[in-house]
């Protein structure tokens, strides 16, 4: 399992966001994106996650020596972001639904119950999304990531919005993502880093 980055760039209003970015990570290796804010980290998850199109550059991702395909990327990709939306009016559970329905995923009913557990949301799965604090809101956003079981996944901010329990959980996430899977995240918070096997500076 490998993600490869070429040479990317991306420009908005005649200013490049993202200069000849590259760099490689394969299963077991963790990519920490650093640098000011306004600086591109967020730009480059979007196009990572295949949210946004580079202007020039390439992203690969490779199981064994196979080329995933675009179109099958999305089983493949976990994101947490600020910018994921959320259905407001629909229960957490109808969102979840929804999302294992797009990325085909068997026994969802299973899968949800068992994410809910592990991020302390099981009380809490037929509520309102727009009834959950900001807090449960970034931890439902981690179920959608880890819905499929992806192999890939990128988080901007992993802490934003949580007390010290749910920052010591994403801890605890981050610590198992990075020896299971490839892990990229953006941070300019110091103790995140230590879940870096690497780290890539993002200066627009």
Known sequence: MKLQVNNLYK??????????ISFTAARGQSIALTGPNGSGKTTLIKVLSQIVRPDKG???F??????????????????VGPYLQ??????????????????????????????AAEVGLE???HRAVHTYSSGMKQRLKYMFALMGDPDYLFVDEPTSNLDKAGIAW????????KKEKVLVF???????????????????
């Open 62 to 79: 490779s199981i064994g020596d196979t080329v995933i395909p675009r179109e099958e990327l999305n089983r493949h990709i976990g994101l």
């Open 123 to 125: 009380k809490h799965m």
């Open 170 to 177: 994403v801890y605890r996430l981050l610590a198992r993502w």
């Open 11 to 20: 420009r908005y209003n005649r200013r490049y966001i993202l200069k000849d």
């Open 86 to 115: 959320l259905y407001q009016e629909l229960t957490a559970y109808e969102n979840l639904i929804f999302i294992a329905g797009l990325r085909r995923v068997d026994n969802a009913g299973d899968r949800i119950k068992k994410l």
């Open 186 to 204: 953006a941070t300019n918070d110091e103790p995140d880093l230590e879940f870096a096997d690497k780290v890539v500076s993002v200066v627009s």
């Open 58 to 60: 390439e992203v690969h």
